[in-house]
């Protein structure tokens, strides 16, 4: 009887310390870069995460089909609003955000692949416990599949694969991450933008880490 005690005390304990879905922290900012199979893309952008208002503000320059490129760009989902603002110039293009908020989170039915340690578990501070896990997500009538890896504690992003037909495999690196919003006021148009009139977009852009996030 104590033995079949002890087997279902034991069995909670495992269950218990199994890693679960979560969700990253609402407030972050941070450094990462992508880089797709299909289309040529290297990018890196520094980036304020709002899922609380739902806003986004990245800053991000890398290459397009071997062309160079920089943008500035706010997202306020919430008003369906992107900025494309040019600090230097003090100008600021309006343009319609026809995309929905996906806040930073491992989905309830994600699939766990394991738990590891990044770097070494030899001593403290070498190493960061991680899990890794898989799923599909339904996109506009195609299925999307995805790998993502988040710190066991704090759920904070480290790095997310994300495959498409259209764009085949996009690896996202997210790193010197911080909790909280180091500046606030970059999630807030600008005053220069005040005027600005909002703007059809005439082409498309190129698949730079604003129009995959």
């Known amino acids: 009887m104590r033995a079949f005690i002890l087997l279902v005390l034991l069995s909670a304990c495992c269950l218990a310390q199994r890693p679960k879905p979560c969700k990253s922290p ?10 797709t199979q ?11 995460y709002d899922a609380l208002g739902q806003r986004i503000r990245l800053r991000e320059c890398g290459s397009y089909d071997n062309k160079s490129f920089h943008f500035d760009v706010l997202l306020l989902f919430q008003k369906g609003v992107m900025y494309k603002i040019d600090t230097k110039n003090k100008t600021c293009c309006r343009k319609p955000l026809k995309t929905d908020f996906h806040p930073l989170a491992i989905p309830e039915d994600a699939n766990l692949l394991g738990q590891v340690v990044l770097g070494s578990s030899s001593g403290p501070g070498q190493g960061v416990l991680v899990n890794s896990w898989e799923g599909e997500l339904q996109m506009e009538n195609r299925t999307a599949k995805y790998i993502s890896t988040v710190t066991e504690f704090g759920c904070v992003p480290i790095t997310t694969m994300f495959h ?4 085949g495999w996009m690896v996202t690196s997210f790193f010197n991450n911080v909790i909280g919003l180091a500046e606030p006021q970059d999630l807030i148009p600008p005053r220069f933008c005040k005027d600005a009139q909002l703007e059809e977009e005439e082409d498309e852009d190129p698949a730079t ?3 995959l996030f």
């Not at 609402?26 to 880089?35: D, E, K, P």
């Open 26 to 35: 609402r407030l972050l900012t941070g450094t990462l870069s992508v880089a």
């Open 38 to 48: 299909k289309e040529n893309l290297m990018a890196y952008a520094k980036y304020t």
């Open 164 to 167: 498409t037909s259209r764009s």
């Open 209 to 211: 880490f604003f129009s």
